[in-house]
C-alpha cells in the first residue's frame, strides 16, 4: 500500500518496468538513484561510529538488494559491495573492510 506521500521509489520502479518492460532504473548508478540519501546516511553514521559494523552491513546488503539487483548485471556483486554480504562473525579484519567500502561509496556520492 503506498505511503501518504506517494508510492516507495521501488513500487514505482516495478509500475513503470511491468508496463513497458524495461527497468527505469537500469544502468543508473546507486548515488543517483531513489536511495542515495538512505545509502550515505546509513554511511555517515556507520563511519562515525553512530552504527555498528555489522548493523551497518546489513542495511547496505538489503539495500543493494533493490538498488543493485539482475537490471544492473552483476554489479551488486562488485567488491564495494560484496563485502557486505560476508558471512558473520564480524572480526577485526571485517570492521575495517566495511569501513574501507564505505568509504569509497562515499567517494562515489561526492
Known sequence: MPCKNGAPPEWRRR???AKRGADPL???P???SPWRDEIVT???KVLSGEMGYTEGSRA???LSQIVL????GEKWLHEDWAVFFQAEPLTA???ESIRAAVRKLMDQAQ
Open 15 to 17: 509500475q513503470v518496468w
Open 26 to 28: 537500469a544502468g543508473v
Open 30 to 32: 546507486w548515488h543517483q
Open 42 to 44: 546509513i554511511c555517515q
Open 60 to 62: 547496505l546488503a538489503a
Open 69 to 72: 539487483d539482475a537490471a544492473h
Open 93 to 95: 579484519d571485517r570492521s
